[in-house]
């Protein structure tokens, strides 16, 4: 039995953490990398032309700071629009709250932070400008900013992650509930013996 709840543990996991993650973070094809700034320069605006067929386009925005950076509540380390034809399609402010920095080329090498910009979705054949620009984090020097893009991302069913927490619950309980068993018959006194 305790095999069934770590497997239901180990599934639960998966779907609640790890399916989200990856589909969020891997799901389609990428389109290419662009460089925005690099230090000592000035932001530069990037302009790519997608089609109908690319859709939903899902923008990340990798950023390496000089020093070491903790993400502040609040508070934005980067701005992105995202315009066609003079239109807004997408405006975000990027904290890096909820991103874990990955350390680029070596586990030595600098640390580079990932966040969304959102998704494209539909997308009309023509040219999108990606304009990103410094936050309100005062002090934050930035070493680099990359655009990344990829096309046909897939969306997340969020009906999984409460799936997945449930699963964990309840594997969790039913692990706990089998160790107490086990305690309670192992401090139970011995049976009596009969006989001579």
């Not at 950023?63 to 066609?84: D, E, K």
């Amino acid at each position: 039995m305790r095999f069934v709840f770590l497997i239901l543990l180990l599934i639960g996991v998966m779907l609640g953490i790890g399916y989200p993650w990856a589909v969020w973070n891997f799901s389609g094809e990428e389109i290419g990398s662009w460089r925005v700034y690099d230090r000592p320069g000035s932001y530069k605006p990037v302009t790519v032309r997608l089609t109908a067929a690319d859709a939903p386009v899902r923008a990340f925005v990798d950023m390496q700071p000089l020093r070491n950076f903790v993400p502040s509540i609040g508070r934005s380390a980067l701005t992105a629009v995202v315009t066609r034809q003079d239109k807004d399609v997408l405006v975000a402010t990027l904290t890096y709250e909820n991103t874990r920095a990955a350390n680029k080329g070596s586990p030595q090498g600098p640390q580079v932070f990932r966040d969304s910009i959102g998704d494209i979705d539909p997308v009309e054949d023509g040219n999108y400008t990606f304009t990103i620009g410094p936050g309100d984090i005062d002090g934050l020097e930035v070493a680099q900013v990359d655009l990344i893009l990829r096309r046909g991302a897939a969306a997340v069913d969020w009906r999984a992650m409460p799936a997945g927490i449930a699963l964990v619950a309840f594997s969790i309980v039913g692990l706990v509930r089998l160790r107490r068993r086990r305690a309670t018959a192992s401090n139970a006194p011995p049976p009596p013996k009969w006989g001579r």
